[in-house]
DNA sequence: GGTGGACGAGAGAGCGCTCTCTCGCCAGAT
DNA sequence: ATCTGGCGAGAGAGCGCTCTCTCGTCCACC
């Protein structure tokens, strides 16, 4: 009562093994009455070919991993990037036939098996998702001779294609939007300075208050709401002049609204605020919330692309996307 | 420059490719020193074991598959369920050496697709996160002679084990909470009824009602935060004298929450409101959301638990968690 | 009519591994 | 000294497939 085999198929069929795997593998020289015989033979049988055995001898396992290095505090978050580009990805992937095989990597013990799991053969390519400079699976992998490319660019410079939004260029624009509607006392909230985005959307605030000759005020958050509820306050505390302040992500940006309403701030009047992601609950907050989106499809989608050109040999170069500033009613 | 086989090791080693198996694969039957000496080759080379070559004698593949079978509408949107679901089960499968292979299957095309997939032997398992009682993938792969389980009980009656919380016990706690605060006229939000969350929380809704003799007052919505709150205004335009509203998700409590105070409604004052599944936000709704709260952790920590008895022959009897009613401010 | 070429189909090797079967060796019993 | 038993290690088959090489056939052209 096992499956089929091609071996079946073929004698059903009454002709050779390779003739059937031909048919299987939708090869134009085998004459049509033959085909259709092959063709019977594998539908009466229920016939799917054997994975294991035909990537044995392909060297081909069409499954990409895709990695996620992020600790459970963030992927368990209300973002949704991670269940986003997760699902982008798979469906752009199995558009072309290819698994997805899943794999956390959060803690020491997880690097090392995603590193085995990845230098083993066992997928053709990877997908790294990970956003902390810290982060030693990036350099690693990149050592393994797999194909890789990267969701983000990699906070430490490492030979990696990877696909990114324009980080600093939105942060700009959002901060310009504030300049540009007569704010003067700009503040913002930070993310980890040990991400990528956290660094890059701080850099773009202090570009343009520099050119606009503003001071910075700065608080630091880990992109969590909680956080962005802190931050503020202590905003507050610091200069309660302040008529603004840009937010490195919108679930922090909801933390902050939180904070300023408590301390009986009004939204935009008294205090302008522009967040960054243009999450789903960014429409809903009280004022719906100002902010810079980035296209989290288009950006999977392009990773998806950059590892199948990866694969016919392509140049693998970096791709940026741009950003939008989306205003709502918050500034 | 390919990777080093089991036939290299052995040579270095100096033992036959069945030695070194037998080290590779633990066992115990190999004397120490020749034991140490094809661990040193094994370290030197870097060998990994080719996994196809393996799985083709085996006929096991050590990788589940994961199958998401919903509407992208419910991924994407902000309920946090299949992302929690997918990477608890992520954490609790890499615990014991199995690899996850995510599948969407939302269109009939891919259902076709899982379908061979998991026919062709591709992986040893399969776990299926589907609600929605129209699928048929859930008795289509109940055939395949594949373990599987299901998250969630499958809406129509088919011989797969599964683990689902107590839906109805919950709903029947979050109702009888109402009535014994006093609420006269209890309405609810019913999730769709093609969803068995949707029509279990609807029939604990209805018992409870039966029994304090009150009438009931239903809308339904589909589970996301805009129907919840389409379905309040005609609610309260059906009956503008309710006094209470059972929500069976907290995605449309929070849509009903905001359609409440569009209609000058208080909260809890003149409507009590109660959710289901405590997401996140509910906590930081306005009111503080009162709901029910399900285990999404140990309810997927039990499903991988109940594949893998499974594996090892085990009866597959399904298994129901508890909820838990958690009193904020809303009711 | 003979030859060359093109094309369709089969034979068979081999991908890297596991596992059964067999064999050799040594210890202990007779 | 011979035999038996047990255990550790090797030989070799075979998992199911792909793919190269070879062969046979048929047609076209000289």
């Known amino acids: 009562m096992r499956r089929p085999t091609l071996e079946a198929v073929a004698a ?4 050779s093994r390779a003739t059937a795997s031909r048919v299987v593998n939708g090869q134009t020289t085998v004459a049509p009455h033959i085909r259709d015989a092959v063709q019977q033979a594998i539908d009466e049988l229920g016939y799917v070919p054997n994975s294991a055995a035909r990537s044995l001898v392909t ?3 069409d499954s990409i991993a895709l990695v996620v290095s992020e600790p459970p505090t963030r992927v368990f978050s209300e973002d949704p990037l991670f269940s986003t580009v997760i699902r982008m990805a798979s469906v752009e992937l199995e558009a072309v036939n290819k698994q997805v095989v ?3 990597a959060s803690s020491a013990k997880s690097h090392a098996r995603v590193e085995r799991y990845i230098a083993g053969g066992h997928v053709d390519g990877a997908m790294l998702i990970s956003m ?3 982060d030693p699976l990036p350099p690693a992998i990149a050592r393994l001779r797999v194909p890789v490319v990267s ?9 990696i294609p990877y696909v990114d939004n324009d980080n600093v260029g939105g942060a700009e624009a959002a901060v310009r939007h504030l300049v540009e509607s007569g704010r003067r006392r700009i503040a913002t909230i930070a993310g980890p300075q040990d991400m990528i985005g956290g660094q890059d959307r701080l850099t773009g605030y ?3 208050l520099r ?20 931050a503020m306050r202590q905003l507050l505390g610091d200069d309660p002049g302040l008529d603004a302040v840009f937010v490195a992500n919108d679930l922090m940006a909801v933390g902050a609204l939180q904070s300023l309403r408590q301390a009986g701030r009004r939204v935009p009047d008294d205090v302008a605020v522009v967040g960054f992601d243009d999450i789903e609950a960014a ?6 919330l100002t902010t810079i989106r980035h296209p989290i499809a288009e950006q999977t989608a392009a990773m998806v692309r950059l590892l199948l050109d990866l694969f016919e040999g392509g140049p693998g170069d970096p791709v940026i996307l741009p950003t939008e500033l989306v205003v709502r009613e918050s500034a």
């Open 12 to 15: 059903r069929a009454g002709v």
């Open 59 to 61: 060297q081909r396992t």
């Open 102 to 104: 899943l794999m956390l």
């Open 132 to 134: 902390h400079g810290a």
């Open 151 to 159: 969701y983000g660019r990699p906070a430490v410079p490492v030979d």
């Open 206 to 208: 202090r570009n343009v």
């Open 211 to 230: 050119d606009s000759d503003r001071r910075s005020i700065v608080a630091v958050g880990d992109f969590t709401r909680e956080s962005g509820a802190v």
């Open 283 to 288: 429409k809903y907050t009280e004022p719906p």
